[in-house]
């Protein structure tokens, strides 16, 4: 079993940056891929991004390339979200997921998640 604990979320005024962490326990963490996803109140979990689990291969939403980041450290069982040039309407809860093989931006293809984390941009 995998347990996954996000961190880092906050509030942060439009433009600005955040860079949001997730924790995994277990032993399996170098064997899974890892995603990010994001809910808004009353809407569905949207895919953010996700990363292999060797890091060699990332991908993004088309609303977050170029602004967004995801890597990890393997050494560390910890996957990072590095977000910029922040839009109020990412306003979000955040969620960490894993799975061993996983179709990266189905949330339903992933085993493990974490509580989430929230993001809040506003002035």
């Known amino acids: 079993q995998v347990q996954l604990v996000e961190s880092g979320g906050r509030l942060v005024q439009p433009g600005g940056s955040l860079r949001l962490s997730c924790v995994a326990s277990g032993r399996t963490f170098s064997s899974l891929m890892m995603g990010w996803f994001r809910q808004a109140p009353g809407k569905e979990r949207d895919f953010v991004a996700a990363?292999?689990?060797?890091?060699?291969?990332?991908f993004y939403a088309d609303s977050v390339t170029g602004r967004f980041r995801i890597s990890r450290d393997n050494t560390k069982n910890t996957v990072y979200l590095q977000m910029n040039s922040l839009k109020p309407e990412e306003t979000a809860v955040y969620y960490c997921?894993?799975?061993?093989?996983?179709?990266?931006?189905?949330?339903?293809?992933?085993?493990?998640w974490g509580r989430g984390t929230q993001v809040t941009v506003s002035s």
């Open positions: 990363i292999s689990d060797n890091g060699e291969s990332a």
């Open positions: 997921a894993g799975d061993r093989a996983p179709t990266y931006a189905v949330s339903t293809s992933y085993a493990y």
